[in-house]
């Protein structure tokens, strides 16, 4: 293995690629190259680093130089600089400080000391697209561990143990969820990762997959040992072009090591996965729809009972999971049940990953103890609110779930606390949204979007969605009464009761924690008065048309 | 893969690879790269001490570069710190120098004191 003094990462995740980091990349390599130092510095490609709307990041190891909005001008000026004359560039230094930048000499501040990485401890450090630099930073080794020293029993016993939940947003526990298929008899059983990733403004499992594919495989094949399957989905939106690239490159470097395909680590079990590109309908991540999309099938909720543990893929027991819940396992049975409790609350062990978006100054991927207040969050690591304005709400979940309001402020963020406040945790988008927003057009854009993904199949959430619509729309133009909100609460709870799905039902945690927590405001608008002043009585819904022919 | 320990070998193979980005580190080099360095060939001097530690597969050895430090007619100037011991300057560091200085000091810890210009 070559030893090269300086290692240059240029950050890979779609944000910061869209921002022109390739280009970026490309460049250093050439200049590199043009000043002779090809043998003495090494340039990776890495995922991402965090501060998303900071790119293109560059951080040169070993000193752990930060440089963030790198364009060509600077890409030259690091070269000549930094990797030739051994001067960091202050001026193009990036101020803040990146959890997975770690040096000798680390000085770093509290505040980054409250994230804790578990799930994106390699994403930011590694190469993704290099098997051999996961294994370096003990890749694969629980799965060789689990393969040789436990039964499948022990694996679920250490997975429910750990306490790890779903996170997918419905928070189920996951051992249990294990146990079921496991117990359950059948000649075929699968393991499906579920990265269709619909909910807005969540990108975490996008940039987990792209930055460290790996772990996501790893995960897999443990849970395919734990309840005997031999053969693993990935359901993955379509339109995630590099974790597709990254993923099925991942897949192909493994089966090439003999980690996929048969008799891993001569133990006798075969596991191997194949990668389903979704289309992009909301609705498909929800688990029975996307079963029915893998099967080839139109991808509409099935009804439950029973359920994937028992009769899912082709009929047979498969275990859905979230691709976070599953980047977890590795960890958790190299490193034990107990470490694992180490994290996070009681109640809540471990981390959840946030995509931090809205009005924050930093916005970008967090992964943080579960427990975690909001405010250190979005005053800690998110660096407060924007341009002299002050917090107003923010939506934890993405848009199924609740809107809370100043008075959570102080709330640790676990999956009871969270529950007893009307929301849920969710599958990690964290949207904050400043004092310049009205809370009625905030409710009218949730409501059109579950207007626009429920797929139709039952009358409740088919017909309520596009009521709700109606509702909120005409509450914007000042001319809703008490009645048309009564009624908005009584569909709302009609849909969760009678939906077939997690769609339809979920429609009232956002609307619910709307209407309880910013009461005031919605009040106005029956009055005619948007404190805002964004509302007034013409129409500006999204679609531009009257709200009587929605 | 048929068992953990070809896991293991690949492991060891690999990890040079990341240490060098997870702050580990036994000693540091510092190789003086300013104008006056390079003029009297510190280039070569580096890369001498590169292929060095490649040759001996050494580990958690952090190499760096550093400006003039007001002594130019001593160029080209390493430092080599070892964790825990006085920062040791060595002057005048020919590629052939350095890599006596790799052999004996980052290796063994036996300081070379005929090219040594300053301990601190
Ligand atoms: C409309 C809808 C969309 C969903 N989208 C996703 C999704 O994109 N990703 C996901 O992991 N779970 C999604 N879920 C939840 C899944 O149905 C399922 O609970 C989850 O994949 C289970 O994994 P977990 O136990 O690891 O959380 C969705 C549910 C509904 C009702």
Redesign the pocket.
């Known amino acids: 293995m070559e030893f090269y003094r300086s290692h240059v990462l240029v950050c890979g995740g779609s944000p910061c690629v869209a921002a022109g980091c390739r280009a970026v990349r490309v460049e250093i390599e050439r200049l590199v190259r043009e000043q002779g130092l090809d043998r003495e510095v090494r340039v990776v490609e890495t995922g991402c680093l965090g501060p998303c709307d900071q790119g293109p990041i560059v951080v040169v190891y070993p000193e752990g130089t930060v440089y963030h909005r790198v364009n060509m001008g600077a890409a030259r000026e690091i070269v000549a600089e930094h990797l030739v004359k051994g001067r960091p560039v202050t001026r193009l230094q990036y101020a803040g400080e990146l959890p997975s930048v770690s040096t000798a000499d680390d000085k770093r501040t509290d505040y980054f000391q409250i994230q804790k990485r578990i799930v994106l401890e390699n994403v930011g450090l590694i190469d993704p697209e290099s098997i051999e630099e996961y294994i370096a930073r003990d890749g694969y080794l629980a799965l060789g561990t689990a393969l040789t020293n436990l039964r499948p029993a022990d694996v679920i016993e250490t997975v429910k143990r750990s306490g790890l939940r779903?996170?997918?947003?419905?928070?189920?526990p996951?051992g249990a969820?294990l146990e079921f298929t496991a117990r359950t008899e059948s000649d075929q059983k699968y393991i499906i990762c579920?990265?269709?990733?619909?909910?807005p403004g969540t990108f975490k499992?996008r940039l987990i997959l792209e930055g460290d594919p790996h772990k996501v495989i790893e995960g897999m094949i443990i849970m395919g040992y734990a309840v005997g399957a031999t053969h693993g989905y990935i359901y993955i939106r379509g339109e995630y072009y590099i974790s597709i690239e990254r993923i099925e490159r991942a897949i192909r470097q493994a089966r090439w090591l003999g980690l996929l395909g048969a008799n891993l680590f001569g133990s006798g079990f075969n596991f191997d996965i194949e990668v389903k590109k979704g289309a992009g309908a909301?609705?498909c991540?929800?688990?029975t729809a996307?079963i029915e999309s893998i099967e080839g099938k139109r991808g509409i909720p099935r009804r439950k009972p029973p359920y994937p543990g028992t009769s899912g893929l082709w009929g047979k027991p498969t275990v859905?999971?979230?691709?976070e819940?599953?980047a977890n396992i590795p960890p958790i049975i190299l490193n034990g049940a107990d470490w694992y409790r180490g994290f996070g609350t009681s109640t809540s062990p471990g981390t959840k990953v946030f995509t931090l978006t809205g009005n924050v100054n930093n916005r970008g991927l967090i992964e943080v103890p579960m427990g975690i207040t909001l405010r250190e969050v979005i005053y800690g690591i998110g660096g407060g609110i924007p341009d002299g304005r002050s917090f107003k709400m923010a939506q934890t979940g993405g848009t199924?779930g609740g809107c809370l309001a100043e008075a959570h402020l102080d709330m640790p963020m676990d999956y009871e606390s969270m529950q007893s406040a009307g929301s849920a945790l969710g599958?990690g988008a964290l949207l904050i949204i400043d004092d310049s927003h009205c809370i009625v057009d905030v409710a009218c854009s949730l409501l059109h979007f579950f207007a626009h993904?429920s797929c139709g199949q039952c009358t409740p959430c088919r017909e309520g969605t596009t009521r709700l619509v109606q509702i909120f729309d005409k509450l914007r133009q000042f001319r809703a009464t008490q009645a048309d909100l009564d009624l908005a609460m009584e569909l709302a709870t009609v849909m969760l009761r009678s939906s077939l799905?997690?769609?339809g039902q979920?429609v009232v945690v956002p609307l619910g924690t709307i209407m309880q927590h910013f009461e005031g405001e919605i009040q106005a608008h029956l009055h005619g008065k948007c404190s805002v002043g964004l509302c007034h009585g013409a129409c500006d819904c999204a679609e531009g048309r009257p709200a009587e022919n929605v | 893969m048929k068992s953990l320990d070809d896991l293991k070998k690949i492991k060891e193979r690999a990890q040079a690879m990341t240490e060098l980005r997870e702050g580990k580190e036994d000693v540091r080099i510092v190789v003086g790269m300013g104008t006056c360095g390079i003029a009297a060939g510190a280039r070569d001097t580096l890369a001498a001490i590169m292929d060095e530690i490649n040759a001996r597969s050494l580990r958690h050895v952090v190499v760096t570069q550093a400006g003039c430090i007001g002594m130019c007619e001593s160029e080209p100037i390493v430092d080599v710190i070892r964790q825990g011991e006085p920062k040791v300057t060595y002057g005048r560091v020919t590629p052939d120098k350095a890599r006596q200085i790799i052999a004996s000091h980052v290796v063994n810890g036996q300081v070379v004191g005929n090219f040594v210009i300053s301990l601190k």
Not at chain 1, 166 to 172: C, P, S
Not at chain 1, 320 to 323: A, E, L, T
Request: one cysteine or more; a negative charge.
């Open positions: 779903g996170r997918g947003g419905a928070a189920f996951s969820k579920n990265a269709d990733e619909g909910e499992d909301y609705v991540g929800e688990e996307l859905v999971n979230n691709v819940t599953i199924a599958s993904e799905c997690a769609l979920s």
